[in-house]
């Protein structure tokens, strides 16, 4: 008798797992009955799950060329680089394809597997590589169907999806290519007052001057440094042998690697920085949050992606307060999520995905937790949120 009601008790403690429901719950005529997979047993279940209804990606290009070209280069010219100077590599298109499934396997529910314009809206920034890269992406999300197919030759592999960009002389949301007089201002007062980067120059003031020799380059800001080493980065990349200085200074953990990585904060240091640099897109992300929640959104989309750069992801997250010192991976992407209970409550989640992760971890936001509400993201990011860009901008 006593076997057998302790199997009794593991089952019991077996299906409680499974259904969150305590042992406790058993009948009252013996406690060692385990309830039955009743309706008012899921209901109960159903009552604390959420829905996902709408998310905003925004994601990095993909593996590229080079772009920013040092006087004493052995690999400088053009001839090296069949794709063409910061051109989308073979590499760069597979890696955001299979990105691109994975969305569709993320995503799938709210999209639907067919494309709609209704479901999901694509902007990138101006530049090839963020074009390609959308272009490869949404090619691993919509697959054509029966219907879709429109070519013989290409069959079930591709169809046209519109991609969304304005001009680089008028991009201020997703590259910083529309100069702001009161954020170039303010970043150089910024950088001439900080206590830690005037470190870093005088610490490493041997250091730039010797990359300003060996590289023919003027080696003089932590960006120059930054492009130097994207630059070397790439060429080891693409199995080009480098000079011996160029093979030290990337040397894993080196200085060149620290101040690149250092530069990717700088642009969202404090919050006039952020507010300036990462503030308009993060107000756009909230007001579309918004407008989703109630039910305003037109056309009402599923999901809304971003095609831009290092530069964008990591000051995002920084604004935030997020960010760990490091250069985002080709391909690495945000993922601001909302969902809505069975109380009919909102909650947004965030996601930072940097590698091939089925299932990448909440990101724990600085005192709200991993589930926020968009009330409660504006009240902690009030100061990141501006008006229109030409008064924010304004200076002096």
């Known amino acids: 008798m006593v076997q057998t009601e302790v199997i009794a008790v593991e089952m019991c403690l077996f299906q409680s797992l499974i259904l969150t429901v305590s042992l406790f719950s058993c009948s009252n005529a013996n406690i060692f009955t385990c309830p039955k997979r009743s309706d008012d047993v899921f209901k109960v279940l159903n009552s604390s799950e959420s829905e996902l209804i709408f998310a905003h990606v925004i994601y990095r290009h993909g593996d590229r060329t080079i772009g920013h070209l040092y006087p004493n280069d052995p690999w400088r010219e053009e001839i090296h680089w069949p794709e063409g100077y910061g051109a989308l590599t073979n590499e760069g298109k597979r890696r955001h394809y299979k990105l691109g499934k994975f969305f569709m396997r993320r995503y799938g529910e709210i999209l639907g597997h067919k494309y709609s314009p209704n479901k999901v809206y694509v902007r990138s920034s101006d530049y090839d590589r963020t074009i390609m890269s959308a272009q490869a992406n949404l090619a691993g999300m919509f697959r054509p169907t029966d219907d879709e197919i429109w070519n013989e030759d290409i069959g079930r592999v591709w169809q046209p999806i519109p991609i969304h960009v304005v001009p680089l002389k008028s991009e201020y949301l997703i590259a910083n290519e529309r100069k702001c007089p009161k954020f170039e201002a303010m970043f150089a007062k910024h950088e001439k007052e900080s206590p830690e980067i005037q470190r870093i120059y005088s610490q490493y003031a041997d250091q730039f001057l010797h990359w300003t020799q060996e590289s023919g380059a003027n080696i003089t800001t932590f960006r120059e440094v930054k492009e130097?080493?994207?630059?070397?980065?790439?060429?080891?990349?693409?199995?080009?042998?480098?000079?011996?200085?160029?093979?030290?200074?990337?040397?894993?953990?080196?200085?060149?690697?620290?101040?690149?990585?250092?530069?990717?904060?700088?642009?969202?240091?404090?919050?006039?920085?952020?507010?300036?640099?990462?503030?308009?897109?993060?107000?756009?992300?909230?007001?579309?949050?918004?407008?989703?929640?109630?039910?305003?959104?037109?056309?009402?989309?599923?999901?809304?992606?971003?095609?831009?750069?290092?530069?964008?992801?990591?000051?995002?997250?920084?604004?935030?307060?997020?960010?760990?010192?490091?250069?985002?991976?080709?391909?690495?992407?945000?993922?601001?999520?909302?969902?809505?209970?069975?109380?009919?409550?909102?909650?947004?989640?965030?996601?930072?995905?940097?590698?091939?992760?089925?299932?990448?971890?909440?990101?724990?936001?600085?005192?709200?937790?991993?589930?926020?509400?968009?009330?409660?993201?504006?009240?902690?990011?009030?100061?990141?949120?501006?008006?229109?860009?030409?008064?924010?901008?304004?200076?002096?």
């Open 228 to 396: 130097l080493y994207k630059t070397l980065l790439m060429e080891r990349a693409r199995y080009k042998t480098l000079p011996a200085w160029a093979e030290k200074a990337i040397e894993r953990n080196g200085v060149m690697g620290y101040i690149s990585k250092y530069h990717f904060k700088m642009r969202t240091d404090t919050p006039q920085l952020a507010r300036l640099s990462t503030g308009f897109l993060i107000k756009e992300i909230f007001e579309r949050f918004s407008k989703k929640i109630n039910k305003t959104l037109q056309p009402d989309r599923s999901v809304w992606v971003y095609s831009a750069h290092d530069d964008t992801v990591a000051n995002l997250l920084n604004s935030f307060g997020l960010f760990e010192i490091h250069i985002p991976p080709y391909a690495s992407s945000i993922l601001l999520e909302l969902y809505k209970n069975d109380e009919n409550e909102h909650y947004i989640q965030m996601f930072y995905r940097k590698s091939d992760v089925e299932k990448p971890s909440p990101l724990n936001i600085p005192n709200c937790g991993e589930k926020c509400t968009l009330d409660r993201l504006y009240e902690l990011y009030s100061e990141l949120i501006p008006g229109d860009f030409e008064t924010e901008c304004r200076w002096p």
